[in-house]
C-alpha cells in the first residue's frame, strides 16, 4: 500500500482500534484516531494525528473535508450485552445513531470513503446449525446484537442508495492482551486472585475466539480486496472451543492446578454455541495465523504482568 493512503479509525483508543491502529501504521499508511479518552490513554505512536471528540460532532464533518480518508473503520461503541439489556437507549445511540451520523457524514464529506463497521455474531443469537454462515437469518437475543444488525442495515442502505463504499465485519469472540473483560480475562482474575474458580454457565457452551491480530489483518484484506456493496462477513476462525475446555488451556497457560466448577446460569442474552463459517472471507486471502493455544499463553502472561506484576 502506498505511504500515501489515509485510514480513519473511530474509538480508537479501544482494544480492537488500538490492534487496528498498530496494524495499518506498521504497513505504512496514515492514522488519523478519534475517540472520547484522553490522549495518554490513545495509540499515539501509531497515529498521525488523534482528535479528542465524543461522537457524533459537527467536528467530524471539518476533519474529513481536510484530510479525506481512503478507508475509515468504525471501532467505536459499546461492546456489552448486559449493559444493553439494563440500558437499551444508551446502547441505541452509541451503536444505531452513531453509525447512521458517521455514513451520513461520508456521503456529504468524502463519498469515495471505503467504510468498515465492526459487528458482531451476536447478530446470529442462537444459530440453527454449526458452523453459521452469512447465508443464517439473523436472530439477536440482545439489544446489543438488534443493534449491530441494524448498522448493518445502514451500510447497505448507504451502499444501495448512495452508492457509498461499506461493508460490515461479524466478529465472532475478539481476544488479545490488553483486553479487560469478557470470558478469558475473567478466568485470569479469578484464577490468580483467589486460586479458587467459579464461572457462569456448565462450560458446555463454546465459542470461537479470534484473536484482535487477524482481526486487524482481516480488517486490512476487506478494505483492499471487498466488493463494498453493503455486504457481511464472518470473522471468526472456524474453529469452536467449549468454555471448559478454554480453561483448562488457561489454568494450563498460568500453571494453576485449580479445578473449575460452573454455576450452571447462562446470562441473558448470551448465546449458547459459536462456529463461524468463514469460508467467504478466506475468499478474499484472509487465513487466521494466531492458534488459539498460543494467543492464551501470551494472554495469560499478560494478564499475569497485569494483576500480580510478575
Not at 487466521?288 to 501470551?298: A, D, F, N, S, W
Request: overall charge negative; glycine content about 8%; charged content about 15%.
Amino acid at each position: 500500500m502506498s505511504d500515501q493512503l489515509t485510514l480513519l479509525i473511530t474509538g480508537v483508543a479501544g482494544f480492537i482500534g488500538r490492534y487496528v491502529a498498530r496494524y495499518f501504521s506498521d504497513k505504512g499508511w496514515s492514522v488519523i484516531g478519534i475517540d472520547n479518552s484522553p490522549p495518554e490513554n490513545a495509540p499515539l505512536a501509531n497515529l498521525s494525528t488523534y482528535y479528542r471528540l465524543q461522537l457524533p460532532t459537527a467536528e467530524l464533518s471539518d476533519i474529513l473535508q481536510k484530510s479525506p480518508p481512503y478507508a475509515c473503520i468504525h471501532c467505536a461503541g459499546r461492546a456489552s450485552v448486559g449493559l444493553s439489556l439494563s440500558d437499551p437507549g444508551s446502547d441505541f445511540y452509541a451503536s444505531t445513531a452513531l453509525t447512521f451520523e458517521i455514513l451520513n457524514a461520508l456521503r456529504l464529506n468524502a463519498p469515495q470513503c471505503r467504510f468498515v463497521f465492526l459487528s458482531s455474531a451476536a447478530v446470529y443469537g442462537n444459530p440453527h446449525s454449526l458452523p453459521v454462515s452469512e447465508e443464517q437469518p439473523p436472530a439477536p437475543l440482545s439489544p446489543y446484537g438488534f443493534h449491530k444488525w441494524q448498522c448493518e442495515q445502514l451500510c447497505w442502505e448507504f451502499a444501495k442508495v448512495y452508492q457509498l463504499s461499506a461493508t460490515s465485519l461479524r466478529i465472532f469472540s475478539a481476544y488479545g492482551p490488553g483486553l479487560r473483560r469478557q470470558v478469558i480475562w475473567d478466568i485470569c482474575q479469578k484464577a490468580l486472585a483467589r486460586n479458587s474458580l467459579i464461572l457462569q454457565g456448565t462450560g458446555r457452551e463454546s465459542r470461537d475466539f479470534i484473536h484482535a491480530i487477524d482481526i486487524a489483518n482481516a480488517l486490512s484484506i476487506v478494505v483492499d480486496k471487498a466488493p463494498m456493496q453493503g455486504e457481511v462477513y464472518n470473522l471468526g476462525t472456524g474453529r469452536e472451543v467449549a468454555i471448559a475446555q478454554l480453561t483448562d488451556l488457561v489454568l494450563q497457560s498460568l500453571d494453576l492446578d485449580i479445578r473449575p466448577q460452573f454455576d450452571g446460569i447462562v446470562p441473558s442474552g448470551n448465546p449458547a454455541n459459536w462456529q463461524a463459517d468463514i469460508s467467504k472471507l478466506e475468499q478474499l486471502g484472509f487465513f487466521p495465523t494466531v492458534p488459539l493455544e498460543r494467543g492464551i499463553k501470551t494472554f495469560a502472561n499478560w494478564c499475569r504482568a497485569e494483576l500480580i506484576g510478575i
